[in-house]
């Protein structure tokens, strides 16, 4: 199953750059969703609580509830009801119904779909939503939206921006008329945080930038984040795979000499996605992958105790043609994890 080596000198290198971006460590809301993207729920929270991040974002109330004491604010992204009130929680709520099911004085953080046509409610139910805050005895404590293509670079970001500066506007006259106090106002991501020149907004919800990455289009001026993750497979055998001889299933690396392989205890049942032999792939050593991926083990020309099977997610993602948060969210959540 191999394990996660987690760098605790990057997490902090990554959490200072966005909390400078952010204008301070208050305006960064750290999202640890998908068991902090592959890195382990606990252990993330655990050092962003360290470095001094006071709120957090995650999908269930499950996730919340392990990770209660560590913040100020939760904001729990996917859970219709919730039976339990804390403080702590916020809840984000998608359409005017799910107002219904909530107990009272449960914070509640309104999203309002600005061109993403995903979730949240549309902006003529304002008002409609508000008052229902009002009317079942609910927290409106904040307010936010998502963008669609903040990583592309196309005026979609400033459509999207533009929508949500005029719903801000709107919510302001009509906490007004209700003599409600402001909720609090977010929408970026990592992406887009670091597309807006003076961010003004409340906290910025960070995910993939935290973890060392930014999936942007190259022509945006990137800041210089390290990955944090790397993954580390143990030896199980060595032996001498003999020129002409074929490794592993279906055959499909062949040995053009003589030469030591040795297997090891990570393959795509441990969530890393199957290679299959016809792209070549090298480890941070440069040793290589060697044929198709198993279950639960693969091969290499080494016969190092540990290998470090990547500590950067990028040449994976452009392999499996896909995008870093996919090659990270996959990693089975009962890999041990190190901090180092
Ligand atoms: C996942 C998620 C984020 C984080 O996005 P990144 O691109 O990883 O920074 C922010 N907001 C919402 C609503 C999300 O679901």
Known sequence: MGKIVINKSNLFHNLDIISKKANGKDKVAVVLKDNAYGHGLLEIATLANEFGIKKAVVQTL????????????????????????????????????????????????????????????????????????????????????????????????????????????????????LFLPLPKFHSANSSALF??????????????????????????????????????AKKIATRVLEKGQRVGYGGVYEAPKNMITSTYDVGYGDGFLRLDGKHKYLTPKGYEILGKVSMDNLSINSEDEEVCIFDDVSKL??????????ILATLNPNIKKEVI
């Not at 669609?148 to 459509?159: C, G, H, M, N, P």
């Open 317 to 326: 993602a452009d392999i499996h043609n896909t995008i870093r948060y996919e």
């Open 62 to 177: 499950d996730e919340a509830i392990k990770i209660e004491k560590l913040f100020e604010q939760i904001l729990i992204l996917a859970e219709e009801e919730i039976h339990t009130y804390s403080h702590t929680f916020h809840i984000a709520v998608n359409n005017i119904e799910q107002l219904k099911k909530l107990p009272k004085n449960t914070n509640v953080h309104l999203k309002i779909d600005t061109g993403m046509h995903r979730n949240g409610i549309a902006k003529n139910q304002l008002k409609e939503a508000i008052h229902g805050i009002c009317r079942q005895n609910l927290n409106f404590t904040g307010l936010f939206t998502h963008h669609r293509a903040s990583d592309i670079l196309s005026t979609e970001f400033y459509w999207q921006r533009s929508n949500f500066s005029q719903i801000k506007q709107e919510v302001k006259e009509i906490c007004e008329q």
């Open 195 to 232: 597309r807006i020149k003076n961010f003004d907004e409340d906290f910025a919800r960070v995910g993939i930038a935290t973890y060392g990455y930014l999936d942007t289009d190259t022509i945006f001026k990137n800041p210089e984040l390290k990955p944090v993750m790397s993954l580390w």
